[in-house]
Nanobody, 123 residues
Framework: VQLQASGGGLVQAGGSLRLSCAAS????????MGWFRQAPGKEREFVAA????????YYADSVKGRFTISRDNAKNTVYLQMNSLKVEDTAVYYC?????????????????WGQGTLVTVSS
């Protein structure tokens, strides 16, 4: 499957961004999707995940209450709405497709990864 992430950019602290990830090549609606991020000098970390139907979602504690993951299976797209952004949210954000319909917080459960989109939050 091919994943194309978009929507990153430069935003001031407290602002909002919406990331999108368009998928092609596999039955998108059958698989869970996730967002991960990697800040400069740090390891990649889990951000959010959503099950195949959108009924189950998981969030990292650091983004809970500020970020919302959603999906539109008709458009083969998963979204990450990011509100109340903080400087520490600055990172390259990656979308990924899981090996099953069940969402996971573990990166090894994801088999296909997008190219990443850079989010920079200024103070």
């Amino acid at each position: 499957v091919q994943l194309q992430a978009s929507g990153g950019g430069l935003v001031q602290a407290g602002g909002s961004l919406r990331l999108s990830c368009a998928a092609s090549g596999r039955t998108f609606s059958s698989f869970a999707m996730g967002w991960f991020r990697q800040a400069p000098g740090k390891e990649r970390e889990f951000v959010a995940a959503i099950g195949w139907s959108g009924g189950i979602t998981y969030y990292a504690d650091s983004v809970k209450g500020r970020f919302t993951i959603s999906r539109d299976n008709a458009k083969n797209t998963v979204y990450l709405q990011m509100n109340s952004l903080k400087v520490e949210d600055t990172a390259v954000y990656y979308c990924a497709e899981a090996r099953s319909a069940v969402p996971s917080t573990w990166s090894y459960e994801y088999v296909d990864w997008g190219q990443g989109t850079l989010v920079t939050v200024s103070s």
